[in-house]
């Protein structure tokens, strides 16, 4: 039985391989992101369900001046398995800390399984600008 030993340009080709592919593979998922945007001067009543699994990446909301009437602003997975599933991922008052911009980011993405949705909403009673942003990726 021969034994033919690795040369270091074999080493390095299949180390090479291997890390295009993880590359390739870590490309190929960034490009299933969506954004979902709204804007206006109304309440915010945004739902998002795709008819697939998908990770929620981040919220961000932007007024143009800080609100005063306390209201929370609330983001929600709306459970594919019903309301004992439902879950408030952030919940905050913006003229609590005279805020003009929230930024939810969860430590890891959240998975969620075809059929779950996600729910925001802002009464937004001192009628403020808004631009609002929903990043999610399928899974």
Do not use: H
């Amino acid at each position: 039985m021969a034994f033919e030993a690795d040369t270091t340009q074999d080493i390095l080709r299949r180390v090479f391989d291997a890390t295009r592919s993880t590359l390739v593979a870590d490309i190929k998922a960034e490009r299933n992101v969506t954004v979902t945007n709204a804007t206006g001067t109304g309440a915010i009543s945004l739902s998002y369900a795709p008819s697939a699994a998908f990770w929620l990446e981040n919220v961000t909301l932007k007024f143009n001046t800080a609100p005063t009437t306390s209201e929370n602003f609330v983001a929600k997975v709306n459970a594919n398995d019903g309301a004992g599933y439902d879950t408030i991922l952030v919940s905050t008052d913006p003229s609590a800390t005279v805020a003009t911009s929230i930024f939810w980011i969860p430590d890891r993405p959240i998975l969620c399984e075809s059929g779950d949705g996600v729910d925001i909403t802002y009464t937004n009673t001192d009628v403020k600008t808004y631009g609002l942003r929903l990043v999610t990726r399928l899974a």
